[in-house]
């Protein structure tokens, strides 16, 4: 036995009724907080006209039905969910100069921009609860031949979370209607998805999120309170 619990001195029930429900109610305080923190994250992406609520929500959901179709392990659902949601968080730091710039990026603006997954990394790692999904957030641009960034990691050496959110984005902001260009038809969207499995995307993520699209991509607009003719 690793852990090795400590004589019950007194009678009765051990941990005491009383401390358990410290530690319940300790656990919903330490639970409430990490969602205002995700919150604020996300309001802090909508002030710099980084995201939507509608984007972040559907993003949180397809990270959920993909992830548990994968097969990931439970306790990564959330750092999943909540990477889904904030993975973009280090544009902050990137000057709007570049982040809105209508034309192609210079190379050192371009170097700039792609500093963004390691200055969202900084951030969330900071918070001891988002340490696995500030990891999924520091890999969201790595790509699974090895030509993305930060680490050029190849394959699985990319976190799963990292795999999922890349995928769900990409088609998220395939099919969402910008202010300069109409979304792409879902079809389309699919079919690019499909022409960059196992360069770009995981093919094994691919595979699964084209599934859950021709199955539930209704009843995910319909969760997110959207519509499919209407992504934006
Ligand atoms: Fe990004």
């Not at 993909?66 to 659902?77: I, M, S, T």
């Not at 991509?217 to 319909?222: F, G, H, Q, V, W």
């Amino acid at each position: 036995m690793l852990l090795q619990f400590p004589k019950q001195i007194h009678g009765g029930p051990f941990p005491p009724k009383e401390t358990s429900m410290r530690v319940k109610e300790l656990e919903e305080q330490l639970s409430s907080t990490h969602t205002s923190v995700i919150c604020g994250f996300n309001q802090l992406l909508d002030l710099k006209d980084l995201n939507t609520g509608v984007h972040s929500t559907r993003l949180a959901e397809w990270g959920m039905r993909v992830a548990q179709e994968l097969g990931v392990d439970d306790g990564c659902l959330r750092d999943i969910e909540i990477a889904a949601v904030v993975h973009d968080i280090g544009k902050i730091g990137v000057p709007d100069a570049i982040l809105k710039k209508p034309g192609k990026l210079t190379d050192d603006e371009r170097a700039l921009m792609n500093k963004h997954p390691e200055y969202g990394w900084g951030v969330l790692r900071l918070f001891p609860a988002l340490e696995r999904a500030s990891l999924f957030t520091l890999h969201h641009h790595e790509s699974f031949d090895g030509a993305g960034y930060p680490g050029k990691l190849k394959a699985t050496e990319i976190p799963i979370g990292s795999r999922i959110v890349t995928v769900i984005d990409s088609f998220d902001a395939m099919i969402s209607n910008r202010p300069y260009r109409q979304g792409l038809p879902v079809e389309e969207a699919k079919r690019r998805l499909v022409q960059c499995s196992g360069t770009q995307f995981d093919p094994a993520v691919i595979q699964c999120f084209l599934k859950i699209v021709d199955t539930e991509l209704p009843a995910i607009y319909e969760a997110t309170g959207t519509s499919a003719s209407v992504a934006l």
